[in-house]
């Protein structure tokens, strides 16, 4: 099955997903076998040991490959299990480009783990063109961006990155968690590897932990298949049959997401206690163009500005519905204070928010990389996700009473769910 015979939505069921061949099934069979039976001396039906693979993770697999666009995906045991799996085989000397509005927990890995093995990290702001081919060197092997970015929802141009790289013969990587393959096709746009948390919106429903990489060359399948089997962290067989459980109701739950997350979008840009809105579905933002030229719709993520801390924490407190929990993607409605949860614990994250973002005040801790910003002092980025139902509208009333936002939350992030 390939992308250009079905509907995406088609695609979402079939993809992967054809009836098991000896009973007839129409889900995916979970294989619950560490090791299979050989067939003589060197020979088996295709499967050995399940860390090299698995029926189960095979139709996943198949299914990502398809649905990116892509030569081959790789199924890891969570998203930065895959995101360690993409640099695995930089070498010591090599030199990485990530975009500097990004995860906290792609910081953590870089700069506390992959820089010790002597691999350069350099955060550039990828939105400025000219600031990445400025920061490109002799031994840069890897431009790695988010678009949109986590949290403050900065776009990057994929296909004019990637044409700036393989002047260079560097290969491109994008997380594309945020806007899920639904909405945005980076390979398709020039870059060379796509990466996903496949425990947010792929997977869908908050069960399960998951990862993925998609590569788009022959040689890719060679290396994340050597880093699957010799370094291990695969998805089980089980978490695997959850995520493709998920992929067939991507569509119509993202959808649903962008609905919601348009129609707050609006009564937020509106409101007079927020003083700033990032949402690249409004014509207000500065990269609305950009995201319509590389997008096929605009997402249910967006972060909002109000005044303190403190409002953040009366905005999270009045609320109903939602759960302090962390995460996105799924169909509950979750929210938390950012800085306490999402970005805590890298250091390096002061300097990311407060250059990107002067509203943004961090407490480093005496320069320890493993701190939370002091009670009080700012910093007031909470992220919600609205639920399965209504609840947008039942958000925006509270708004409207004025019970939750007498003051602010510097930088909120929401993500607004499906129906």
């Known amino acids: 099955m390939t992308t250009s015979s079905y509907r995406y939505s088609t695609l979402a069921v079939h993809a992967g997903q054809h009836p098991d061949p000896l009973t007839g099934a129409v889900n995916v069979p979970v294989y619950l076998s560490s090791t299979f039976q050989l067939t003589g001396i060197g020979t088996d039906r295709g499967w050995d040991y399940s860390r090299a693979g698995n029926p189960t993770r095979d139709r ?33 000397g090599d030199h990485l480009i990530c975009s500097k509005d990004v995860y906290a927990g792609t910081v953590r890995l870089l700069d506390q783990i992959v820089s010790g093995y002597g691999i350069a990290i350099e955060y550039v702001d990828t939105s400025n063109l000219a600031a990445v081919e400025a920061a490109i060197r002799p031994n840069t092997k890897l431009i790695h961006i988010e678009t949109p970015s986590n949290p403050l929802m900065v776009l990057t141009d994929i296909a004019a990155v990637s044409r700036i790289a393989h002047a260079h ?70 978490e695997c049959f959850l995520v493709l459980r998920g992929i067939k109701t991507l569509p119509l739950r993202i959808k649903q997401h962008e609905e919601n997350g348009r129609a707050v979008a609006d009564f937020l840009s509106t409101h007079p206690k927020v003083s700033k809105l990032a949402y690249p579905g409004l014509k207000s933002h500065p990269q609305y163009d950009l995201a319509v030229q590389q997008q096929k719709g605009f997402g249910s993520m967006m972060s909002f500005e109000v005044e303190s801390q403190a409002a953040a924490g009366r905005f999270l407190a009045a609320i109903k519905i939602f759960l302090s929990a962390e995460s996105l993607g799924g169909v509950e409605s979750l929210g938390y204070h950012y800085p306490c949860v999402s970005h805590r614990g890298a250091a390096r994250i002061h300097g990311h928010y407060a250059g990107a973002h002067p509203a943004l005040h961090w407490h480093r801790g005496q320069g320890r990389p493993h701190r939370r910003p002091r009670p009080g002092a700012g910093g007031g980025l909470s992220r919600l996700q609205c639920p399965t139902d209504r609840a947008a509208f039942f958000f925006g009333r509270r708004i409207r009473n004025g019970s939750g936002i007498s003051s602010a939350v510097t930088a909120t992030i929401i993500q607004i769910t499906s129906t």
Request: glycine share 12%; charged share 15%.
């Open 60 to 92: 996943l697999e198949e299914a990502l490959a398809v649905l990116e666009g892509g030569h081959s995906a790789h199924a890891f045991t969570t998203g930065m299990a895959a995101i360690s799996a993409l640099v695995a085989m930089l070498r010591a």
């Open 169 to 238: 013969g560097i290969e491109v990587s994008v997380d594309n968690t945020f806007l899920s393959p639904v909405l945005q096709s980076p390979l398709a746009l020039g870059a060379d590897i796509v990466m996903h948390s496949t425990t947010k919106y792929l997977n869908g429903h908050s069960d399960g932990l998951g990862g993925a990489l998609i590569g788009s060359k022959p040689e890719h399948k060679e290396r994340f298949l050597l880093v699957q089997k010799a370094a291990g962290g695969v998805l089980s067989p089980f």
